[in-house]
């Protein structure tokens, strides 16, 4: 994956952007793991998000995705 950009819709409509990928410095990654991480908003937050992923990359594969809680990366 050459590019991943994240993207949060917040309450008010507006857009965070976050990028990664291997194109990236890793040094820029917001967690130090293989794995590109997005931090999400706290989970105790009493509205809906919104989330749009867009992956960019010279070959076709399969990209999966989970959410998890961020103690794992810490």
């Known amino acids: ?10 309450p ?10 291997t194109m990236l410095p890793f040094k820029e990654r917001y967690y130090q ?12 937050t009493a509205y809906s998000s919104t989330f749009y992923l867009r992956i960019t990359s010279n070959v076709i594969l399969p990209v999966p995705i989970s959410i998890k809680t961020s103690k794992i990366y810490i």
Do not use: C, M, R, W
């Open 12 to 21: 008010d409509g507006e857009l965070e952007h976050k990028a990664l990928g």
């Open 1 to 10: 994956i050459q590019y991943l950009d994240f993207y949060v819709v917040s």
């Open 33 to 44: 793991t293989n794995n590109f991480v997005f931090p999400l908003a706290n989970a105790k």
